[in-house]
């Protein structure tokens, strides 16, 4: 009687890395963008791009980040996202384009080239949950990209790693509040104090102040 063969299980990073290759393929991700409104008079200021699967994975887009992290591939799939984001061109406007990126892709030799075919006002997010181990060096690897225009956002404030301290040696133009400080802020004066206190913050250093989960 022949023996039946156990069908070995598939290896957690390895389908990690078959999602990873779907999405850095040329046609894996398309870009949407989230326009950023002035409060005051409701105009349209700049946009966020984000990055969504074409074929629609049930994976979320913050757990592809997490797994690329965790083979070594944040910046393969990091650039596959600025290369579809480019592919639309300037947003309407010309206003400014706001791109995630992380210390990694900024640093990367490569990824400088891809300044070429991005909007030439664009504004670069970094997140502050990401903890940033010398300010220095990444403020170097900023440098070809402010060379070209570029300017500096400071992504998630009040939420992550980063000291107020290394907010204000990055000299960033706009800092980005986190959501999670923002919704049901009008029920909660502990978050108000910390907002206002941001506000001043940003206002001291010249940054613009935007804030994500605005509602109502």
Known sequence: MERTRRRRPIRRDAEAD??????????????????IVRIADGEIVGYE?????????????????????????????????????????APPGDAPLFVNVSPALLAHPESVQL??????????????????????????????????????AIDDAGAGYSSLKQVVELLPEFVKIDRSLIVGIHEDRHRQALVAALAGFASEIGANLIVEGVES
């Not at 887009?61 to 592919?87: D, I, M, N, T």
């Not at 909007?119 to 170097?140: G, Q, S, Y």
């Open 18 to 35: 078959v999602l990873l290759d779907r999405l850095v393929a040329p046609a894996g991700l398309r870009a949407v963008f989230q326009p």
């Open 115 to 152: 300044r070429d075919k991005l909007p030439h006002r664009l504004v670069l997010e970094l997140t502050e949950r990401e903890e940033i181990d010398d300010v220095a060096a990444l403020r170097a690897s900023c440098e070809p990209w402010l060379r070209t225009g570029a300017r500096l």
């Open 49 to 89: 791009a984000l990055c969504r699967s074409v074929k629609h994975e049930r994976a979320q887009p913050s757990e592809w980040f997490v797994l690329a992290s965790q083979l070594g591939r944040r910046v393969e799939l990091e650039r596959a996202c600025l290369r579809a984001v480019a592919k639309h061109g």
